[in-house]
Structures are given as C-alpha cells and as structure tokens.
C-alpha cells in the first residue's frame, strides 16, 4: 500500500510537471523607434533560452506564445540597436523600443558562407548596405544602387546609355589586363558578372569589316543587371585582404555578398511601388 501511494504521488508531481512545461501564454506587443515613436516592421522577436521567435508586420504589432512565467524577449532590426524587455508571467502585453545604430556595430554581417556573426566582432573590413537603404534612390541596376552607398569603393558606370554596365573596384586598380572586379555571392552561390554585348553594332553594320568607324552604340551589360534590386534583402561587401582567405584567390579584389529577400513566419503582405520618370 505504501508503495502504491509513493508511486501515485510521483505520477501526480510528473503530470504537473508536464502541464507546466505544456502550458503557454499569449503575449502582443509592439516594436517602435525610440524618439520618433515610428512603427519598425520585419524585427525580430526571441525569447530568450529558447527558439521561440516571430517577426513584427508593417504596422511594428506582433503575437507569440511564450511559456507561462516571466520571460525575456530580445528585440533586434538591421539598423538599430538590440534590445531586451522583461515580460512578467502576469503581463499580456508589451511595448519595445529600438535606438538607431549610427555606427551599426550590432549589424549581422555574412563572413563566409558558414555563418554571420555581429559586425563589431568582425575581423574583416565589412560594408552593409540594407534594402532600405539601397532602394532610397530608383536605379536600373544593382551596380547603380551601390553608387556613393560604399565607402571606399568606386563604382564607375561604363555608359551613360540605358542599360549600360558598369565597374566595381573595392581595393583599387589591382590588374592593368586582368580582371578587377570582386567575387559576387548570391545566396550562398557564386555568380559570373561577364559583360554580354546588345548586339547593335551587328544589326546597323556599323562595325562591319572595310568601314573603319569605331562605334560605341553596342553598350555591354553585366550579368548583374539580371537581378531586381528590389528583391535584395541586404548587401554585406568584404574589402580586405582577409577575403581572400574565405573565398579563395577570387576574392583578391574582395567580396559582394548578396542576399535575396526570403519567406517569413506571420501574416501575407504586399509592397506596391511605383515610379514615373
């Protein structure tokens, strides 16, 4: 008999343990620019200790479960500084406020194709440019997008023709015959920027054998023309010798990575933008 109560308390105290475990609550809140009080889309919310997380939509509002008793969310946007907040176990709600990086040393940079780890803890010379940033301007391409956004890099377009491709050159003239332009990464992936002719100079005869005009009408466009810079997530440059060492030889002349927007957890959303020039 005293077996049996010893065994029925044990499964008692296991039963509660476990609705513990199970139970959670519900907590809304809203993420906002300190000063301005501006709403913040798109931060990350994490509870701290776990992998519970979610993203707060356009209008910075935001839902979570999150287990019963007090709990600490971190808050964090490219751009601005983390933030932790203190959640009681009796508090619904809750109201986070993020300060703007000027230097942006908490930004998550890209060092290799392995991981990202916090810009300040870099060991390389790391440039980031967010989407907000690189769409503030309407350009054609991303090469155009990228002018006067990188400090240190020079980025000359060949043609002022519509279309026309253009230079990258982070560390300077490296090559008078070769090739100075950096490795491009796309997602992980290493990409080919060969400049491809429109073929005009073909069509109008203008180059054609015994005429002797030199043309400059068939403006050559680089493979990165092909990508909407509307669809970047964000651009991290590498401009030190220390690429090299990540990416290989080809990254003598440094590194653009390149990261496309992706899924996320929450609601459906719709961006409509639209330019007349």
Excluded: C
């Excluded at 200790?49 to 479960?65: E, H």
């Excluded at 300040?120 to 155009?144: C, F, H, I, K």
């Excluded at 991290?236 to 990261?259: C, E, F, H, M, P």
């Amino acid at each position: 008999m005293r077996l049996f109560h010893q065994s029925a308390v044990a499964l008692v105290m296991l039963v509660a343990a476990a609705s513990d475990l199970v139970a959670q609550r519900r907590v809304t809140g809203r993420v906002t620019e300190e000063g301005s009080n501006a709403a913040i889309g798109a931060a990350s919310i994490q509870v701290v200790g776990t992998t519970t997380g979610t993203y707060t939509d356009s209008d910075g509002n935001f839902a979570l479960q999150v287990p019963t008793g007090a709990i600490t969310l971190r808050v964090r946007r490219i751009g601005y500084l983390a933030n932790t907040v203190l959640v009681q176990a009796d508090q619904q709600t809750v109201t986070a406020t993020l300060k703007k990086d000027v230097l942006q040393l908490q930004t998550q940079v890209v060092t290799a194709q392995s991981g990202s780890i916090d810009r300040r803890s870099a060991a390389t010379t790391v440039s980031a440019v967010s989407a907000e940033v690189l769409n503030r301007v309407p350009a054609m391409t991303v090469d155009q997008a990228l002018q006067g956004k990188v400090t240190g890099a020079r980025i000359n377009m060949n043609t002022g023709a519509p279309g026309g491709g253009g230079q990258i050159q982070i560390r300077g003239t490296t090559s008078i015959l070769g090739n100075g332009e950096p490795l491009f990464v796309i997602d992980g992936v290493i990409m080919s920027n060969a400049s491809i002719a429109g073929g005009s100079n073909t069509l109008t005869r203008a180059g054609a054998a015994g005429t002797n005009i030199a043309s400059v009408q068939d403006n050559r466009t680089n493979r990165l023309a092909d990508l909407n810079p509307s669809e970047i997530d964000d651009i991290q440059i590498l401009k030190d010798a220390a690429a090299a060492a990540l990416y290989g030889s080809r990254a003598t002349n440094g590194v653009v990575i390149i990261t496309t927007k992706r899924g996320r957890s929450g609601g459906s959303r719709w961006n409509l933008t639209q330019r007349i020039g």
